[in-house]
C-alpha cells in the first residue's frame, strides 16, 4: 500500500492504516529520538508521544509526496525530544568565551563504524548532544538552533564547538584502544 493511500486512510480513523505507518517510521524515528534522549524508555515515550501528536493532526496534513510524511514526523519528533529536554532542565551550557573551533579528525571518524560513532553521540551531555544533532545531523543554522532551544548563537556555537571537543577526545580514545588490541 502506498504512504498516499495510508495517510488518506488514516486521515478516516483506520487503526489498520494507522499501524501500518506507524510501523514504516517507528524505527527510524525511536533512532531519531534516541540522538537526543539518553534514555532509552524516555526516547521511546518521546517517540510515542510523538505519533500520538501526527496522528491527532494528521487532518491538517496535506500529502505532498512522502519525503514531506517523514520531514512532518521528523520535525514532531524532534520538537517531543526539545520540549522533553527543556523540562528537564538539563542544558548545561558553558560561556561563549570557554568556544573554540575543533574539527573531529576525518581518519579516524572513517575507522569507526556507524554504531560506535552513534554512541559515541549518545554519551555526550544533553546541551553538547542537542546542538551537534541540530547543526551537523538535521543541518541547522545556529540561528535556526538558537531560537529553537531559546539560547544565543554564541552558546550554540559554543555547545557545538564543546560537543566536538568531547567527541575527539573519545574517539582519539577509541582509536588507541584499537591500536593497543592490533599490537598484541
Known amino acids: 500500500m502506498q504512504i498516499a493511500e495510508l495517510i488518506l486512510e488514516a486521515k478516516q480513523k483506520s ?4 499501524k501500518y505507518l506507524y510501523d514504516i517510521y517507528a524505527g527510524r524515528m525511536m533512532t531519531l ?11 521511546e515515550e518521546r517517540m510515542l508521544n510523538g505519533f500520538v501528536k501526527f496522528f491527532y493532526a494528521l487532518n491538517n496534513f496535506k500529502y505532498e509526496n512522502d519525503a514531506a510524511v517523514y520531514n512532518w514526523i521528523k520535525r514532531i519528533m524532534i520538537n517531543e525530544c526539545l520540549m522533553f529536554l527543556r523540562k528537564q532542565q538539563a542544558f548545561k551550557m558553558v560561556s561563549e ?6 574539527a573531529l579528525d576525518e581518519d579516524l571518524l572513517e575507522r569507526l563504524s556507524t554504531k560506535e560513532i552513534f ?3 549518545v554519551q555526550l551531555p544533553v546541551g ?3 546542538v551537534f544533532n541540530l547543526f551537523v545531523i538535521e543541518g541547522m543554522t545556529h540561528v535556526e538552533i538558537s531560537k529553537e532551544l531559546g539560547i544565543s548563537t554564541g552558546t550554540s556555537k559554543s555547545q557545538l564547538n564543546k560537543a566536538r571537543q568531547l567527541l575527539q577526545k573519545n ?3 577509541k582509536a588507541n584502544y584499537y591500536a593497543k588490541q592490533q599490537q598484541q
Not at 15 to 18: H, I
Not at 33 to 43: F, I, L, S
Not at 97 to 102: G, K, T, Y
Open 128 to 130: 553538547y548532544r542537542t
Open 171 to 173: 574517539i582519539d580514545n
Open 15 to 18: 487503526k489498520a492504516a494507522e
Open 33 to 43: 529520538c534516541r540522538r537526543y534522549v539518553k534514555n532509552p524508555e524516555d526516547a
Open 119 to 121: 554512541e559515541q553521540i
Open 97 to 102: 568565551s570557554q568556544a573554540e573551533n575543533v
